[in-house]
């Protein structure tokens, strides 16, 4: 019947465990939409969801690439369709979940990539002019011709930059007016749900703590591990891992590297919510009123309505 179930929220707000229960008690699937969990061996810094925690639900688009492999929003668009259609060839319903939300955004509005391609010159031009004059330079390359990217990137994303910087080079648009026109009908038909806070503090709280868990769990280790792999790839560019580098030349403590982490991984849950609030067809759930049973049972008749079970 074409029909998806998508779950989004912020880092540490509790996607994972709402979307298996979900699927446990409709037939489901899940599908990750998370930019940093298709690389191996990513488990602790990126919150992978464990064995333990899938209670025997399938799940897509985890460990599908190495770190040193390159994964862009094409990639991701190609592994997602093809995935949807394998689960709904079963009889089961796709759950999208994650926080990446260019990923999540791109599929529900049907983007069709244009045939705008990387320039290797002007790549190889704009990789060098961020070595030489720093990555914050790049992105103030943006802030004339496309202040909404400007303001939603991150300074050192500079595959992102530079690519808002070709689209606008090659078309003379923003990203946001290339993927307007972009856009094309829907093949499927969405069910949202957005995890969110009514006090801040509260999210803040439970992001500090994940990370100090993260710590007790051997993220040291495993930053350290991936490090060697590839040190200038994307996946060490990741929250909770790129953090980790100038402790490593001795520059900072590593209590410094860790607040550090706290401090990007609440930043990034600010962006998060900032880009889903912008689409109003989520219904959103407060989670810091200890309601998560009734989060369930609210999602539950949403959903029995929508598959018509």
Same mark, same amino acid.
């Given at each position: ?5 998508? $779950? ?13 229960? /979900? +699927? ?18 990513? @488990? ?6 464990? !064995? &333990? ?10 460990? $599908? ?19 949807? %259609? ?22 529900? @509005? ?8 990387? @320039? ?19 992105? &103030?390359?943006?802030?004339?011709? @496309? ?19 070709? $689209? ?12 307007? &026109? ?16 009514? %006090? ?12 100090? $868990?993260?710590?007790?769990?051997? /993220? /040291? ?16 560019? +990741? ?11 001795? !520059?900072?403590?590593?209590?410094? +590297? ?32 200890? !309601? ?18």
């Amino acid at each position: 019947m074409n029909k998806i179930v998508v $779950i989004v929220g912020p880092t540490a707000s509790g996607k994972t465990s709402l979307s298996v229960e /979900l +699927a446990k008690k409709f037939n489901g699937e899940i599908i990750s939409a998370d930019s940093m969990q298709v690389y191996r061996g990513m @488990d602790i810094g990126t919150a992978k969801v464990t !064995n &333990e925690e899938k209670q025997g639900i399938t799940h897509h688009l985890i460990d $599908i690439l190495d770190p040193s492999e390159e994964f862009s929003l094409a990639d991701y668009l190609d592994h997602v369709k093809k995935a949807v %259609n394998d689960i709904l060839s079963r009889g089961k319903t796709p759950f999208l979940v994650g926080g990446t939300g260019l990923y999540v955004s791109s599929f529900t @509005d049907n983007i069709k990539l244009s045939p705008s391609k990387a @320039d290797p010159e002007y790549r190889a031009f704009l990789n060098d002019f961020a070595g030489k004059n720093g990555t914050w330079a790049l992105k &103030e390359l943006l802030r004339p011709v @496309d202040p909404e990217s400007y303001a939603k990137l991150f300074d050192n994303d500079v595959k992102r930059i530079s690519r808002a910087l070709e $689209i606008y080079r090659d078309t003379g648009k923003t990203v946001e007016e290339y993927n307007k &026109e972009s856009r094309q009908n829907p093949e499927f038909e969405f069910l949202k749900f957005g995890l969110t806070c009514a %006090n801040r503090d509260f999210l803040y709280e439970r992001i500090n703590n994940r990370v100090d $868990i993260m710590m007790e769990q051997g /993220l /040291l280790d495993e930053v350290k591990r991936i490090s060697s792999l590839n040190r200038s790839g994307t996946a060490c560019q +990741a929250i909770g891992y790129r953090q980790f580098d100038d402790y490593f030349k001795g !520059n900072i403590s590593l209590e410094q +590297a860790i607040e550090l982490v706290k401090q990007e991984s609440r930043r990034y849950a600010k962006r998060q919510l900032t880009w889903f609030k912008r689409d109003k067809d989520i219904i959103w759930h407060n989670i810091d009123e200890n !309601n998560s049973e009734e989060i369930m049972n609210s999602c539950s008749k949403h959903m029995e309505k929508f598959l018509k079970v």
